[in-house]
């Protein structure tokens, strides 16, 4: 008698990856928020000229995902002048 094929166990990928972006976010700080942002939101603008309107993201809509990555990206800069204003004061 032959056992059944082992299935293969489920390889939980995306916590690490989730984990190596807030560590990057941890070390560069606002620059990180601001890049991760301005990627995402790059990618979601092309995906929504393409006809995408519906995400996988919890938002939903995609226009609300663009107006969430925007958001961050202007809270990110404003935190590099924040920065920058306290280095030179």
């Known amino acids: 008698m032959t056992s059944p094929p082992a299935t293969k166990p489920y390889d939980p990928l995306r916590l690490c990856v989730y984990a190596t972006i807030a560590a990057l976010a941890w070390l560069l700080g606002p620059i990180a928020v601001v890049g991760f942002a301005l990627l995402g939101f790059a990618g979601y603008l ?3 000229r393409q006809g995408l309107t519906r ?4 938002l939903r809509d995609t226009r609300l995902v663009l107006a969430y990555l925007a958001i961050l990206a202007l809270a ?5 002048g924040w920065r920058v204003y306290q280095l030179l004061s």
């Open 76 to 80: 990110g800069t404003a935190a590099i």
């Open 46 to 48: 092309r995906a929504r």
């Open 55 to 58: 995400s996988k993201c919890v």
